[in-house]
Structures are given as C-alpha cells and as structure tokens.
C-alpha cells in the first residue's frame, strides 16, 4: 500500500474504540484460557513494559512495520519476533508511552522527532516473563534508517503493510513453550519468521484496527 494512501486513512484510527480481548483471542495460544484467573490475580502486581508499532515508508513509497529479532539468551522470549520496545524504568515517571518511545530510540536507533505516537492499544500481560504490556501505535512521514542495538537485538526485521494484513500470512504453528512442551498457536507469517503469543495478539489488535480504516 502506497504510503501517502495509508497516511490518509490512519488517522481515523484514533476515533475507533479499542478491540482488546476480542482480537487478542484471535491470537492466543490455546492455553492461555486456562490461565486466565491466575493471569488476572498476577498482572496486578506485574513489571511494566511499553512497545511501538511504527509504521513508516520506504523510498518507493510503499508503507512497512518494523519488527525486531530477540538475541538468543537465558530467557523466555529468547530468540523471538517482537516489537521495539522494553521494561519501565524510574526515569520515564509513570509514562508507559515514554517508555515505548525511549526504547524504540535504543533499540532501534530511531529518534523520537521521527515519528509520532497516534494510538494507545489494549494492554496484554505476558505470564512467562510477569510483565503486564502496553503498545503503541506510531507514524513517521520519513524513510527511516535504522541502527540496531547488538546487545538487545539480533535483526531489524522490515514488514511490507501489505503481507502483514494478508489473511494468507495468517498460520498455525507448532512452537515450544515456556512449559517445555510443543503446542500448535495461532501466529503471523512474516519474512519467513513465525510470529505467536503476545507479539501475534498485540499484532491482531493493530490489524483489526487498521482493516476498519483501510
């Protein structure tokens, strides 16, 4: 989808309520609806956390969303596809948009003055790590030249607009899980990474949202 296109219809997206459970079930792993009421007593007390969903154009003018591939660690979202974005830290004083903001700037290495923040999406609590999510929708106008932080992020992975709202990049997989057994999820297809839990149910509340607009 041409840039200038999408640019005319996104910001209605700001006027749209919320999906919230109603896309993230879309998305979710199976076992997830067994979790839920103790998901629900622990996400009270949950680390917090903030991400972007940046959308920019390239130079041909065709509209991308940048993802990023985890480094391979000791960690439950080791070596996996999610959005720039990271843990709350004092600094950021009760703002879980500046932490989005802040490291997307680290991770990424893109400057705040690119980009503008026009949605605030349904937060997720993430049970294997205790951290309870909050994304962001962002825009900039400009092609971005990205510069990925080597400790944090192993690849800047660059999603035609196109592919990402295409029922056909749409699968199920059969991934490991944090209770060491294999399980087949609902996930995204993306330049050939897979796509599941959180990241693939934050993603599924963007897509529904950008389908009403687009």
């Known amino acids: 989808m041409l840039f200038s296109t999408f640019l005319e219809s996104v910001v209605k997206i700001k006027h749209l309520p919320l999906l919230g459970e109603d896309s993230h079930a879309k998305m979710s792993p ?3 609806l067994d979790l ?5 007593k622990k996400s009270k007390t949950a680390r917090k956390a903030g991400v972007m969903a940046l ?3 390239k130079p041909n003018n065709e509209t991308y969303l940048v993802l990023i591939l985890r480094k391979t660690y000791k960690g439950v979202h080791s070596a996996q596809v999610g ?3 990271g843990k709350y830290e004092d600094a950021d004083e009760n703002d879980l948009q500046e932490t989005a903001i802040r490291e997307t700037e680290e991770e990424i290495g893109v400057s705040r003055t690119q980009f503008e923040v ?5 937060p997720i609590y ?3 790590s205790n951290f309870m999510v909050h994304p962001y929708i962002g825009i900039s106008e400009e092609n971005l030249i990205f510069s990925k932080q080597d400790e944090e992020v192993e690849a800047i992975i660059e999603v035609k607009l196109t592919d990402f709202l295409s029922d056909a ?3 199920t997989a059969t991934v490991p899980t944090s209770f060491n057994v294999e399980v087949d999820v609902p996930a995204f297809k993306l330049n050939d990474h897979i796509v599941w839990g959180a990241t693939a149910m934050m993603l599924g ?3 529904d949202l950008l389908k009403q607009v687009l």
């Not at 839920?36 to 629900?40: D, L, S, W």
């Not at 026009?118 to 349904?122: G, L, P, R």
């Open 118 to 122: 026009i949605k605030t999406m349904s």
């Open 83 to 85: 959005f720039p974005g």
């Open 126 to 128: 993430i049970p294997p």
């Open 30 to 32: 199976p076992y997830r």
């Open 36 to 40: 839920a009421e103790k998901m629900n």
């Open 205 to 207: 509340e963007v897509k």
């Open 55 to 57: 959308f920019y154009p």
């Open 169 to 171: 990049n749409s699968v």
